[in-house]
């Protein structure tokens, strides 16, 4: 399989299955850039065979990979690492035409993901159990964890490079075999790149395999998933609503389910915080990739005091932002996924402008680029405000409030539960708010967007469950209890 980049606009992308690429000649899909609508590559259009041949092919792979030795393992992760990095500005291409990244997300993407694989090469290394008192004379107990076997993953087009090989680096650097299943909306950089460059690194036949599928049937390739004995956890990636039917669907199997999901993210800005600093962690946070990042910062809590100026100083980044082509290095804010995502967004901030909301900067679209958006006096009961649903897009609403215990209360006052963000100028005072959050995640003075592959991102609430790094290893192994036990036993018969 040749790169996208060299090959003509409109081509034929595979799935990948058992170390192979599927023949074309069946039924396909355009893959469309959502800058421009032009065709970037005509998708395999696969179903239930397909997604039953590769988890046939990881059940196959497994046996094999789980006995792999660490060191084996360690030189496989490395090798896709340096792949990845050499294949830099061609990814950096493909996710500008694909899903409308801008350069900086795309090389951040490209980075974080090189770093992933570089830390996930150790992760073998780690100690695998302990042992355990036994009241029993004569008994030696240990705990020992081990892979789980096949591993679903869904992958989402947002963050499609980085965020897919946390999908497949994660459970496979633990010893299980991984299908995923890309979103439909960026298959090559949500998945096939992933296969292109496990082939050339060398990982076993079965060990990653990917289907791809057109709109409209992810469902048929899900239940494959769910019903198969040899699945025996699903990794997903996406919205609350997605992964309520999935977890359901899981539950009935008897599945163990790990979900990435979305969040509702305040940053609270207190009096005494450095305003500079402040405005720009804000624009980052809230602006990146559109605003199409489960991290992203949706609404800000800023102390009176400093209110007022820190508006302004926001408005004046946030209007002078780039918009538009990402794939031209000047552009920060490229276009939105597709039409449903620039109508969701517009419906919503429509809706508040109706209700009294303040237009401080943006509230415009030019095709599926929308500004950069700033409210201001939003009602509390409106949906960009209220919290209860993601605005996925960049959006950000802006309150004044009276002091740090207004904030936080309705900083909490969200059914999600992803990330926080404290700006403040006494360190103190922000790590004892920051152990109030009900959030998997808070930074004290920096954005709500902060990701590192080594630490243990994750949301609680309807923000999901499951950690990254090598805390995953709780998600994709269980323990075996084993004992050795030495001399005759007394039972009670």
């Not at 500008?96 to 974080?112: I, L, R, T």
């Not at 419906?347 to 303040?358: P, Y």
């Not at 897009?393 to 309150?399: D, I, K, R, S």
Request: aromatic share 8%; net charge negative; proline share 7%.
């Amino acid at each position: 399989m040749t790169s996208l980049a060299a090959r003509p606009a409109i081509t034929t992308t595979t799935h990948f299955i058992n170390g192979a690429w599927s023949e074309p000649g069946g039924p396909t899909f355009p893959d469309y850039n959502p800058f421009d609508d032009q065709v970037v590559a005509e998708i395999a259009a696969g179903g239930p065979a397909e997604a039953e041949a590769a988890v046939a092919a990881a059940h196959a792979a497994f046996p094999g990979w789980a006995a792999t030795a660490p060191a084996e393992r360690q030189r496989l992760f490395l090798k896709a690492a340096d792949i990845t990095e050499r294949r830099r500005a061609e990814i950096v291409h493909i996710l500008a035409v694909e899903s409308g990244c801008s350069a900086p997300f795309a090389h951040f993407q490209v980075q974080w993901s090189v770093n992933l694989l570089r830390q996930a090469a150790n992760w073998g290394y780690l100690p695998v159990g302990e042992v355990l008192p036994s009241d029993t004379p004569g008994r030696f107990a240990m705990a020992v964890r081990k892979p789980l076997g096949v591993v679903a993953g869904f992958t989402p087009w947002n963050g499609a490079f980085n965020l897919a090989w946390r999908t497949i680096a994660l459970p496979m650097a633990f010893g299980n075999t991984v299908v995923i299943k890309p979103s439909e909306e960026a298959p090559v950089s949500a998945g096939l790149l992933h296969a292109e460059i496990a082939a050339e690194a060398g990982f076993p036949a079965g060990s990653l395999n990917v289907v791809v599928h057109a709109p409209g049937d992810a469902a048929a390739i899900s239940e494959v998933f769910m019903a198969s004995p040899a699945v025996r956890c699903i990794n997903f990636t996406g919205s609350a609503s997605t992964a309520r039917i999935l977890a359901e669907r899981a539950g009935r199997a008897l599945k163990p389910i790990v979900l990435e999901l979305g969040g509702y993210n305040p940053m609270i800005v207190l009096a005494d915080a450095d305003l500079a600093h402040a405005v720009d962690a804000t624009v980052f946070g809230a602006f990146f990739h559109q605003g199409q990042i489960c991290l992203c910062t949706r609404k800000v809590l800023v102390e009176r005091p400093l209110h007022d100026a820190f508006l302004d100083a926001l408005a004046a980044r946030t209007a002078a932002l780039s918009c538009g082509d990402p794939t031209k290095a000047s552009t920060v804010i490229g276009p939105l996924i597709n039409d449903r995502a620039v109508r969701q967004v517009a419906a919503r901030v429509e809706e508040a402008i109706a209700r009294g909301a303040r237009v401080v900067t943006g509230a415009a679209s030019h095709g599926r680029v929308y500004e950069p958006t700033i409210l201001a006096d939003v009602p509390r009961d409106a949906v960009v405000a209220l919290g209860s649903e993601e605005t996925f897009g960049p959006v950000l609403v802006v309150e004044a409030v009276e002091d740090a215990e207004e904030a936080l209360e309705r900083a909490q006052a969200t059914p999600y539960g992803l990330s926080a963000a404290i700006m403040t100028g006494d360190q103190d005072r922000g790590l004892d708010l920051a152990q109030r959050f009900d959030t998997g995640i808070v930074h004290v003075n920096a954005p709500t967007l902060v990701g590192e592959p080594s630490l243990p991102n994750g949301g609680v609430k309807d923000s999901g469950w499951g950690r990254s790094g090598h805390y995953a290893r709780e998600d994709f192994t269980e323990i075996r209890l084993t004992t050795l036990n030495h001399g005759a036993g007394r039972y009670p018969i």
